[in-house]
């Protein structure tokens, strides 16, 4: 079906959708790029005009700046682990005959739809706090002195939260993808011979390599941006600020946009390496 | 798989998953059930578990305290309002996408998505200065629009996903029997595609209720949303854990409902169509 | 009256032209059938009668009125398709009264219609089923019962037997010839079975790669087959084609001759050669031979069950005044 009339209409229908978003993402990422050329502070004298590749130098060169991306990746990349091995051992286990199956789907998922700032301040007071968290009772309890997560333990207890609402995700997806698996490939493995844990090795992990990769690069995307969690915690402090909330605090609290959006034109790019190879397998899938 | 197995494995493989299934569903049991005990035993040593007196103190405490219903009514006005405007946006785009493909209807697709990787952290000061401009700080429209940018890409994908399960050959149907543009969308591609547009419809209300950057750095009173509401309990007022219960648990109790109707479509939504 | 008349009509998708000029008239009250091989463009030949691709470049005039800028729904013409394409969230009813309702038709007029088409249809029974709820071939009459209600200028058919099983597919073709008979309103009908179209049509376009290798009726067809292509693809099993010296024998490149027009002789005949596979149809048997020094196997038709076997010799003498003659472009030669 395609005929002049249906094109022309198709284009005008197309036209809010494509403007809005155009619009949504040229005018900020322009005037990012502006500031981050420029001396602006907002407090202390406004802009105060042009320096070249300054504010990016300073951004890499500061203190800060290190430390920020080591947090980062050590967010990104534990998380991902938990998540992605937790997720696969979860969806073998759901995937299983069982009985009250669509209860415990639900059970599992819940975190999920729990929003960034109530998991965090939940997990922050009534399991870490020092006193009356209800790790504090149970490391009480084994006769273990309490430990003062949120500063003491500060990345691990990060972590923890952050798992456990990507966990969901995860194995919702891998669960997803293990359904599709064809159960006759595996009933010819095992007539093969194969015992258990080489038809794990040599059938499911290769069918969930492509569900896997998606996982980790859209859990990486957001997981880059993670920023309520450590808004209503730490606030930063104790070794847990990241890339973005480095940026942030440079930006709202020390109101340095040209610093700022130096570090915004950073993560801009960061989050575009792996949006491009999450396009590659979006894209491909389009194909067929 | 479609093999017969024996009772005491599936007794097995039902113990183990639902005691996995609760462990990780604990915290939000144990939000629930804190938030009607007093605060007393909320923080008794050693710790409660269902033997204490249930009261729904904290809730009407919560509700006085904190004017809970007009934060209430924020998340409802801009996770529903981004919603509906990003559906009327989306659903011509997503018909002519799936039913007029151009060549370039793949790239303007994935352009789409990648405009959703964008870090807001990067944009933060330009939209906040953008908003200052337009007067949209701290208002309900301005963050109706964040919201529905924001998402506008994940519904013109899971749309498109949906509209393309539907035969192009009924549509012609449609317009031989003499249905006009319109006509064809209303009365055979809408209903057709309506679980499609529930599914998509409660995916995008979740997202936006949950989203807790641009929420918690574009308001301030007027329009702070229960992000934001939760937030404001990280103070030391935050020790006060049954209260902190309640309003947590009036917070995700909406979203936690209409999540568990929406989870079959979820992973759709979620991998942009990539898993199914 | 559903006279329609295609005139240098061209269709191009981007750079590739699919159909290249083509003149059509199709008569009123005709059954017309597009047949070709797949790809040919009988189907988008279709779809641009219909309204539902531009052409390119010509005219389309339905009953004498240019038609070529009207959307489908202006052009009064009703479709079959393949998928049948039937509302799915809608009953039986409510699908076959979809074309009246558009047209803003009075409630009365909608009922009476439908319920005639659907006892027409024998579809009483299902009228508040869903299509999802029906059968292939009771799909089929709805999609049928659909386009008969809004008594169209012309009904369009896009392969609406392909998704039926062989014998449903018998019984359907029956049953539109007949309401061809019934109706005598212009049907252009699209298939790539050359059974199909031999059996329902009055007049028969084939295709080829969007060109109209012949028009005309199916026994002029089988007769004299304008080309080698209409030769190969009219008639089942198909015609033997054959080169080299033998054709010369008769001033031609190519001869062809239909298994049915080969006799088979107890001895001597034109040709000789052992039997491949044999097929017994107990009506019929079918040889097809080898090793007949023409260069190809040839198809013989034997009427009833002759009892020759793999590897036997067999004798043949084809029908002279049944052998046609093509030139080197595949012509035929009067």
């Given at each position: 079906m395609a005929t002049k009339a249906s094109r022309s209409a198709a284009r005008l229908m197309m036209a809010p959708a494509v403007i809005l978003l155009l619009g949504w993402m040229l005018v900020p990422l322009i005037m990012t790029l502006w500031f981050s050329f420029r001396t602006y502070l907002p407090l202390r004298g406004g802009d105060q005009g042009w320096t070249g590749f300054d504010n990016y130098v300073r951004f890499v060169t500061s203190s800060a700046f290190w430390p920020a991306v080591l947090t980062t990746l050590t967010i990104v990349l534990s998380v991902l682990i938990i998540t992605v091995a937790l997720g696969v051992l979860l969806a073998l286990l759901l995937d299983k005959p069982m009985w009250g199956q669509g209860i415990v789907r639900i059970l599992v998922i819940a975190p999920f739809f729990v929003m960034p700032t109530v998991s965090a301040l939940v997990w922050k007071n009534m399991f870490m706090d020092p006193v009356n968290g209800l790790f504090a009772h149970l490391w009480r309890f084994f006769g273990a002195e309490p430990v003062s997560w949120l500063s003491d333990a500060a990345m691990p207890a990060i972590i923890m939260i952050v798992s456990w609402q990507w966990l969901p995700f995860a194995t919702l997806i891998l669960l997803t993808a293990i359904q599709s698996l064809d159960s006759e490939q595996l009933e010819a493995a095992e007539m093969d011979g194969a015992p258990t844990l080489k038809r794990f090795y040599h059938i499911i992990l290769p069918h969930l390599s492509r569900a896997i990769t998606i996982v980790i690069l859209i859990q990486t995307i957001f997981l880059l941006a993670v920023f309520a969690e450590i808004f209503v915690t730490t606030g930063g402090a104790f070794g847990t600020r990241t890339l973005s909330y480095l940026i942030f605090q440079r930006v709202l609290e020390s109101q340095n946009i040209g610093l700022g959006s130096a570090g915004g034109v950073y993560a801009i790019i960061l989050a575009n390496i792996v949006a491009i190879f999450l396009m590659r397998i979006v894209g491909k899938n389009l194909d067929n | 798989m479609a093999r017969a197995i024996t009772p005491r494995r599936k007794l097995m493989n039902t113990g183990f998953a639902w005691a996995v299934g609760l462990l990780i569903f604990f915290p939000i049991l144990w939000t629930i059930l804190t938030s009607f005990k007093t605060e007393a035993q909320a923080i008794a040593s050693p710790p409660i578990f269902l033997n204490f007196d249930w009261t729904m103190e904290n809730y009407s405490i919560v509700m006085e305290r904190s004017n809970y219903a007009r934060f209430l009514w924020n998340s409802v006005i801009i996770a529903g309002g981004s919603t509906i405007l990003g559906l009327i946006i989306a659903v011509p785009a997503a018909w002519s996408?799936?039913?007029?493909?151009?060549?370039?209807?793949?790239?303007?697709?994935?352009?789409?998505?990648?405009?959703?990787?964008?870090p807001a952290v990067g944009v933060l000061y330009p939209i906040y200065l953008l908003f200052i401009q337009l007067g949209l700080l701290d208002s309900r429209a301005g963050l109706v629009i964040v919201m529905m940018l924001i998402n506008l890409p994940i519904i013109v994908w899971m749309l498109y996903t949906y509209f393309r399960e539907i035969p192009v050959e009924i549509l012609e149907a449609a317009r031989m029997d003499g249905a006009t543009l319109r006509e064809e969308v209303l009365y055979i591609l809408t209903p057709m595609a309506i679980?499609?547009?529930?599914?998509?419809?409660?995916?995008?209300?979740?997202?936006?209720?949950?989203?807790?950057?641009?929420?918690?750095?574009?308001?301030?009173?007027?329009?702070?949303?229960?992000?934001a509401f939760i937030a404001s309990y990280s103070s030391p007022e935050g020790l006060f854990f049954a209260k902190l219960s309640a309003a947590s648990t009036m917070a995700i109790a909406p979203i936690l409902i209409l999540g568990w109707f929406s989870q079959k479509q979820l992973v759709r939504g979620l991998t942009f169509g990539a898993v199914k | 009256?559903?006279?329609?008349?295609?005139?240098?009509?061209?269709?191009?998708?981007?750079?590739?032209?699919?159909?290249?000029?083509?003149?059509?008239?199709?008569?009123?009250?005709?059954?017309?059938?597009?047949?070709?091989?797949?790809?040919?463009?009988?189907?988008?030949?279709?779809?641009?009668?219909?309204?539902?691709?531009?052409?390119?470049?010509?005219?389309?005039?339905?009953?004498?009125?240019?038609?070529?800028a009207l959307v489908p729904a202006k052009r009064g013409l009703a479709m079959v398709f393949q998928s049948y394409a039937l509302y799915p969230h809608m009953s039986v009813r409510k699908n076959i009264a979809f074309p009246l309702r558009m047209a803003k038709m009075p409630q009365s007029e909608i009922d009476a219609r439908v319920e005639n088409a659907a006892s027409v249809l024998n579809l009483k029974d299902y009228l508040d089923r869903r299509p999802g709820q029906l059968s292939g071939g009771q799909r089929q009459r709805v999609a049928i019962g659909r386009a008969i209600v809004r008594?169209?200028?012309?009904?369009?058919?896009?392969?609406?037997?392909?998704?039926?099983?062989?014998?449903?597919?018998?019984?359907?073709?029956?049953?539109?010839?007949?309401?061809?008979?019934?109706?005598e309103t212009t049907m252009i009908y699209v298939t790539h079975d050359q059974v199909e179209a031999m059996t329902m049509a009055d007049k028969i376009v084939v295709l080829q790669a969007g060109v109209i290798e012949q028009v005309g009726s199916p026994l002029e067809l089988y007769r004299s087959p304008r080309n080698t292509f209409v030769a190969g693809f009219i008639g089942s099993p198909k015609m033997n084609l054959i080169t080299g010296p033998e054709a010369a024998k008769h001033d031609a490149d190519t001869i062809g001759i239909r298994p049915e027009h080969i006799d088979v002789v107890e001895s001597g005949g034109t040709w000789e050669g052992t039997v491949g596979v044999a097929e017994h149809l107990g009506s019929d048997t079918f040889f097809h031979i080898?090793?007949?020094?023409?260069?190809?196997?040839?198809?013989?038709?034997?009427?009833?069950?002759?009892?020759?076997?793999?590897?036997?010799?067999?004798?043949?003498?084809?029908?002279?005044?049944?052998?046609?003659?093509?030139?080197?472009?595949?012509?035929r030669i009067a």
């Open positions: - | 996408m799936a039913f007029v493909p151009s060549k370039r209807t793949k790239d303007i697709l994935l352009w789409m998505l990648s405009t959703k990787m964008l679980p499609g547009i529930a599914s998509t419809m409660l995916l995008n209300f979740i997202l936006a209720w949950n989203e807790a950057f641009w929420t918690l750095n574009l308001t301030a009173v007027n329009a702070a949303p229960l992000t | 009256m559903g006279q329609i008349q295609l005139n240098q009509v061209t269709k191009s998708f981007g750079d590739v032209e699919v159909i290249p000029p083509l003149d059509l008239t199709i008569h009123d009250g005709e059954f017309t059938v597009f047949v070709g091989p797949s790809g040919c463009g009988k189907s988008t030949l279709l779809r641009l009668i219909a309204g539902l691709e531009d052409i390119t470049t010509g005219h389309i005039e339905i009953d004498g009125k240019d038609a070529t008594e169209p200028a012309a009904f369009l058919f896009d392969e609406p037997l392909s998704n039926l099983d062989a014998a449903l597919r018998v019984g359907m073709r029956m049953e539109i010839s007949e309401l061809h008979k019934k109706l080898h090793n007949t020094g023409l260069g190809e196997t040839i198809t013989v038709r034997a009427i009833g069950d002759v009892s020759l076997k793999h590897g036997d010799t067999i004798h043949l003498t084809p029908r002279a005044d049944e052998i046609h003659r093509f030139d080197a472009q595949g012509l």
